[in-house]
């Protein structure tokens, strides 16, 4: 499968960012302005407003590929402490206790955090460097 997919390892990364990051935004539009479902909006003045603001504005960064570091090691922290606030109370596993997204994007932004955009980003658009060029891989293995 290497072989086969390998060689589009940094589009297949730009995906992987660009969906995340409008996912994790669409958990913000929902606190802040009830979209998508019909939820009421939270308040912005409250921990859930300030979380909902995170996560539209990070969720943004990453999806567009701007300061993506800095936004996704925001956006890993804010989910490490939604999981031991909010869900490690009822108990260390995340599939009992409903914490198996913020362990999940936790783990992905922190990644993210330490590769940086990619390729399809505002960074890379900007001329920033990579931590990872895309032929990183094979440079190794010579």
Known sequence: MERFLGPFSPQLYAILRI???LMFAMHGTQKLFAWPGDRTP???ASMMGVAGVVE???GLM???GLFTGWAAFVASGQMAVAFFM???PDGWNPLLNNGEKAVLYSFLFLYMAA???GIWSIDAAMGKRSRHPANADQAHRT
Request: hydrophobic residues 60%; proline residues 0%.
């Open 42 to 44: 939270v308040d912005l």
């Open 86 to 88: 909010t869900h490690f």
């Open 62 to 64: 990453i999806a567009f």
């Open 19 to 21: 969906v995340s990051g």
């Open 56 to 58: 539209l504005v990070a």
């Open 115 to 117: 590769r940086g955009a």
